[in-house]
């Protein structure tokens, strides 16, 4: 009996999921594959872990037991892998980092610049997503590091990084697009906004934005696109709710894009610092939290002349 790291990363997925379609989707696998190495994992055991409906996947007795143990098993994995790098002096040269797209694009590439008299030692690999799904990742061991929105993933610490304010642009014979003074959010009552899709914790404020203003979340656009809700709103398809990051990024990259400020409480779409509890080396993520922070000031200073916040 040899049960695997995988494996026990498998069972405690499914476990969590409580299904093997949303586990395998979380570890980026195909179904079958997840499915069968579930039952390697029960023959080499010699017990089945789950009871199988057509509706639901449930811990047998015996795979409760046993998922608590998983867990600390995985734990310990990770902080033996971490350990192991401090040791050979290879303290997190090369990280894995989860990011939001806008960050991704309109973030990182500043950012690593900065690491590099900062922090010289260290490379950043980057993957982009919503944040429930890199969280989910950052969980189980996928990534080192998450930038992302509000997400209630257990076993993840966080820290603040910016509030990023929220922008729109629509057809410039659109009235709204005349002035380039903060907007107050009522002047948006009865117009078609467009979003992301729900995975996204942005278009989750938007949808309540939305709500209070008296406007509808268009339903010409469901996806993972800034440019595509951006493209459809400068061609008359409606209003697009953008953070700052983008959406100031790409105002300046073509001058011919409008964008105002939402001039709201609620428009502000929050960004965070995520790393695993176990982690042995938090001091190292509150530094690149500080980091982080500073290059933003820094971009968010250099556009002041520029834009109204």
């Not at 944040?131 to 990534?143: A, F, I, Q």
């Not at 959406?247 to 409008?258: F, K, N």
């Not at 960004?271 to 993520?285: I, Q």
Request: aromatic share 8%.
């Amino acid at each position: 009996m040899r049960p695997t790291l995988r494996q026990l990363q498998y069972f405690v997925a499914v476990a969590e999921a409580g299904a093997f379609g949303p586990a395998a989707k979380t570890l980026h696998v195909t179904q079958p594959s997840l499915s069968k190495q579930i039952a390697v994992l029960e023959a080499e055991l010699g017990l089945a872990l789950f009871q199988r409906t057509s509706r639901r996947v449930a811990l047998t007795r015996e795979g409760d037991s046993l998922l608590d143990a998983a867990r600390k098993t995985l734990d310990a994995a990770r902080t033996f892998r971490a350990e192991a790098k401090l040791l050979a002096g290879d303290a997190r040269v090369r990280l894995q980092a989860g990011v939001l797209p806008s960050v991704g694009a309109y973030f990182m590439p500043s950012f690593r610049e900065r690491l590099q008299t900062r922090l010289p030692d260290v490379r950043i690999s980057l993957t982009e997503g919503p944040s429930t799904e890199l969280t989910s990742r950052l969980n189980s061991g996928d990534l080192d590091f998450v930038i992302a929105s509000a997400s209630d993933a257990a076993g993840l610490e966080r820290l603040p990084l910016f509030d990023e304010t929220l922008w729109f642009c629509s057809h410039p014979d659109d009235p709204l697009m005349a002035s380039d003074a903060p907007c107050p959010l009522s002047e948006l009552c009865g117009r078609q906004i467009l979003t992301l899709s729900f995975d996204f914790h942005l278009a989750r404020i938007v949808r309540d934005l939305a709500a209070k203003a008296g406007a509808t979340i268009s339903p010409e656009y469901s996806g993972a696109s800034l440019d595509a809700i951006r493209q459809l709103a400068v061609s008359g398809d409606g209003i697009a709710i953008l953070p700052s990051l983008y959406a100031l990024g790409e105002a300046i990259r073509d001058p011919s894009l409008r964008v105002r400020r939402i001039d709201d409480p609620a428009a502000i779409h929050p960004v965070y610092l995520y790393w695993r509890s176990s982690e042995p080396n938090t001091s190292f993520y509150k530094r690149l939290a500080e980091e982080m922070i500073a290059e933003k000031t820094n971009i968010r200073m250099s556009r002041i002349p520029r834009f109204q916040f």
